[in-house]
């Protein structure tokens, strides 16, 4: 019995590890006898016919439940004989976030809960949809800008769904009317936290009076010293169809550090943005922790940062080529400088890490960025648009600081494609100081992007993620700040920052669930995730020890609030240095660890160590 048991949970294992690696490879005939091995397998004995019944549906003996999803052709949203009219008049509608649908006008809401929701919700204003479109009334219809503008649309954090569909006229040839649909989010967001020693309250409004700007407020209590923190934000995501965002932060933190910024900027947000730019300022007190044998001292450091931006893309391929629209020569300069007001003692900092400097940073590149749309990727059942493309860039600066000139130059390549067996993308990254003819702190990166086909299994769906990256590093500065870890997005989450190295590698892979049904429009959706990362200075880095982590958890969606998704997990370390072994953590945070690369280029700056 114990045997067949055994059998039957590692056979099960093995089939969910093959089909999804290889759906493309089984054939059908071949699958449904695998399931009728299963089914017939499992009834051998009431325990096993048990487990059969928990985990498949007698529907999972169809062919159409055993491979990938395909996800239907979409249709042109403007026909051949559309292209080209000129647009006579242009309605939104927007709608409420509970109980309405962008393509079905007949559907209302009917439930109480669904129409009190509505009734405390400020829909956004047309002129905020406006704001974003890239045509407007009397231009001739451009099936690229509609297409980017429903993206740019969807991409509000605000907006849950759009349409934009052109209506054809009677008895007009030369004219055509275009009609957007726009569901909203709900967009005030109340999110709070409470442990043994903190507590934390945060108050965030992503469209205000419909808008589209953002005010946020967070305050944290610490137990044991009675201290209070303030963070604040405000943001101006599109002022008047420019593109051009303002973000003003503010930050009074625990031991009395602080964080004051300035932040204009203009993205190149798609790839007809010929203008880029942007400035940035800060001020900025916070405590610096500096090892010193086997304690930690503390220091006051204290700095004002200013930069400037200016980006200038041109399109490279002649007017005839249909690749024109995506491909773009981008040409770029920055420039930055860091003053002190505070700096730690001599003693703690021997080589200067913590002084002013001089940046001017110049890049040169040229950029494919495309989208495709899909669905069950990072939230559920909803469209997503997916970057591919690639890019390459030179850079080439140079820096003053410590009375001292550099040369800096570095070079960066993306790329990533939809294939049959999955979603990919990679990167690679170099750059280098130069003085006197050596180099210095020299950076090289590598990663790698990868996620499969949807894989349906009756009602439920499937997606394998898989994320490695490597750093290297030579002849950096001594100080222990530049100095690469494990710490939370940069390794394993939960990790501290007291072990460092020169190098280090990290993989994670994830196996992540699409389950059906919701609970007040919260759908959970089940993975396992399993993260592996090393740390070394001179001696090889695959002969290091290997830190772990466990996971299983919850990422966390829903279908009418406008936040990330988050996720809730449960997670086993075997080891994490000066904390023991077999740690057990349980988390709660927002899931940024599967973002993709988007294959626009953007402000020119050094390769980033860490």
Known sequence: MKKNILFFIVFIFCFHSSSTFAQDVIQEKDSISIYKDINNFSKKSKFSRF???????ESALKAENLFPSKPKKKEKVVSKYQEGKIIRNITIETLDPFGYSVT??????????????????????????????????????????????????????????????????????DSIDIKIRVLDSWTLIPTGSLSSSESSAKLTERNILGFGHLISGNIKNRFDTNERA?????????????????????????????????????????????????????????????????????????????????????????????????????????????????????VLDPTSYFSNEKNWIGMIGFSKQKFYQDKFVFNYNITEDI??????????????KNSNSRLY???????GRKYSFGYASGFAEWGSFYDAGFTEQTTFKMGFNYFSPLISWGNWRFRQFVKPTYVWGNNRDDSFKDR????????????????????????????????PGSWYGFRFSPYFNTTLGSLANEKALFSSKVYSKFSIGALINNDFLVFNSFQISFSYYPTIPFEGDGINKFNSFENTNLSLYDFQLSKPGYIRYE
């Not at 800060?282 to 700095?303: A, G, H, K």
């Not at 970057?387 to 003053?400: C, D, F, M, S, T």
């Open 230 to 346: 303030v963070y604040a934000q405000y943001s101006i995501n599109n002022i008047k169809n420019t593109y051009i965002r303002l973000d003003l932060d503010y930050a009074n933190d625990y031991n009395n550090d602080s964080k004051r910024s300035i932040n204009i900027n203009r993205p190149f947000y798609s790839v007809i943005t010929k203008n880029a730019g942007g400035a940035f300022f800060e001020n900025r007190l916070r405590t610096e922790q500096f090892p010193v044998l086997d304690t930690i001292s503390l220091q006051n450091v204290s700095y004002d940062f200013q930069e400037y931006w200016y980006g200038r893309a041109f399109k490279i391929n002649p007017k005839s080529n249909p690749e024109r629209y995506f491909n773009n020569m981008v040409l770029a300069l920055t420039y930055n400088q860091k003053v002190f007001g505070q700096m730690p003692a001599a």
């Open 104 to 173: 079905n006008e007949k559907k209302v809401p009917k439930r109480s809960m669904e129409k009190f929701g509505n009734s405390i919700h400020i829909r956004t204003k047309e002129v905020t949809i406006r704001n974003i479109m890239l045509f407007k009334k009397h231009d001739k219809l451009d099936s690229k800008l509609l297409l980017e503008s429903e993206r740019l649309i969807r991409s509000q954090r605000y907006i849950r769904e759009v349409t934009i569909v052109p209506i054809d006229i009677a008895n007009s040839k």
């Open 409 to 415: 130059t570095g070079l960066s390549v993306s790329f």
């Open 51 to 57: 487990i059969y019944k928990l985990l498949f549906r």
């Open 484 to 515: 690469l870890n494990l710490l939370d997005e940069d390794g394993l989450p939960g990790f501290n920052n007291r072990l460092n190295g020169t190098q280090k590698w990290t993989v994670s892979f994830q196996t992540q669930s699409y389950i």
């Open 387 to 400: 970057p591919y493309g690639e890019n390459i860039a030179l850079i080439v600066g140079h820096q003053e």
